[in-house]
């Protein structure tokens, strides 16, 4: 069985997850991150792109100490699985992405997966699968290794594709009080074919308000995983 996917997202009223600057543009505020850390606890992995993962260089760890003795007092490993997907096999070992929390993954083809050599030998399992890489093969092979729950915390690419191979079954989308306008930014999602088109609707299942940022909650389809 596929995992639970969870994309999460933080987004400018205009629909964008960032500036076109070097410096990151902070769109949640603080009690947004402190909900964002609570999903990423109770996940069992977190998914990033590359170009992401490039851009940003992120930790990507469960910040809340509590919240980390919980995962160890369930049985749970301190850190959810680090999941990263390339195609070029374009990826620094000197990331902090590697060199932080527990277990990773790299997801790739055999193209990527020979541009990538030995690089990440002892940082990170580098996971081909075959000519094209194809996320819902990737999103198989993480059910094969134990994976319950996967959130997904971009970047476009990745949204895109995950939406438009249907693999989706809950968004969290924190809508913070910004203006971009840039059109060289990256948004949420990209053009696509999302299965249903616009005439498809999703579940709206809660509005939450954290000081000036609204969370909206939409679900896809029930939750075979459904916590007490």
């Known amino acids: 069985m596929r995992p639970w996917v969870l994309l999460s997202v933080a987004a400018s009223l205009d629909g964008y997850i960032d500036d ?4 990151r543009l902070l769109l949640s ?20 792109g590359a170009r992401t993962l490039r851009t940003d260089n992120p930790r ?20 959810p699985v680090k999941v990263t997907v390339t195609d070029s096999g374009d990826l620094d070992p000197a990331l902090r992405f590697w060199h932080t929390g ?9 193209a990527g997966a020979a541009a990538l ?6 940082l ?10 194809a996320l819902p093969a990737l999103v ?20 895109t ?16 009080p910004i203006l971009v306008g840039d059109p060289a930014a990256p948004r949420f999602v990209g053009p696509g074919q999302f299965p249903g088109g616009a005439g498809r609707r999703l579940h709206l299942t809660g509005v939450e308000q954290l000081g000036d940022v609204a969370v909206l909650k939409y679900q896809v389809s029930p939750d075979p995983h459904p916590r007490n």
């Not at 527990?102 to 055999?110: E, F, N, P």
């Open 20 to 23: 076109a600057s070097a410096q």
């Open 102 to 110: 527990g277990a990773k993954l790299v997801y790739t083809s055999d």
């Open 29 to 48: 505020n603080a009690a947004d991150f402190d909900r964002v850390d609570q999903i990423r606890a109770e996940s069992d992995a977190i998914l990033i």
């Open 140 to 159: 198989a092979d993480l059910g094969t290794r134990g994976i319950h729950r996967l959130m997904v915390e971009g970047g476009t690419g990745m949204h």
């Open 124 to 133: 990170a399992d580098v996971v081909s699968l075959g000519e094209r890489l």
């Open 161 to 176: 594709g995950f939406l438009a191979a249907d693999l989706v079954d809950e968004i969290r989308l924190a809508i913070a």
């Open 117 to 122: 050599g030995d690089r990440l030998d002892g």
């Open 60 to 79: 990507l760890l469960v910040n809340s100490a509590e919240r980390r003795a919980a995962r160890m007092s369930a049985g749970r490993p301190e850190f």
